[in-house]
């Protein structure tokens, strides 16, 4: 692994960690407008627009396909 990628795995692993914790904190909170999911509905009109439910949907096939597929990285400007 390339000090760049190091560099890059610490970023995102300490943006994972607190992402969790405030995701923890905020669900166990007992506040029901406090973790992500809410906002996410909230800011999409997913429950009161088909087209709100369509992108989280849509979101969350574009982030599996964008996780678990591979990425051409020959192909990505240097």
Do not use: N, Y
């Amino acid at each position: 692994m390339s000090s760049t990628e190091k560099r890059w795995a610490v970023v995102w692993g300490a943006w994972v960690a607190a992402f969790a914790v405030a995701e923890t904190v905020a669900v166990r909170s007992g506040q029901p407008e406090a973790p992500l999911s809410h906002h996410a509905r909230r800011v999409l009109l997913a429950r009161r627009s088909r087209a709100g439910a369509l992108l989280i949907a849509g979101g969350a096939a574009w982030l599996t396909v964008h996780l678990f597929g591979e990425v051409d990285t020959a192909s990505l400007p240097a």
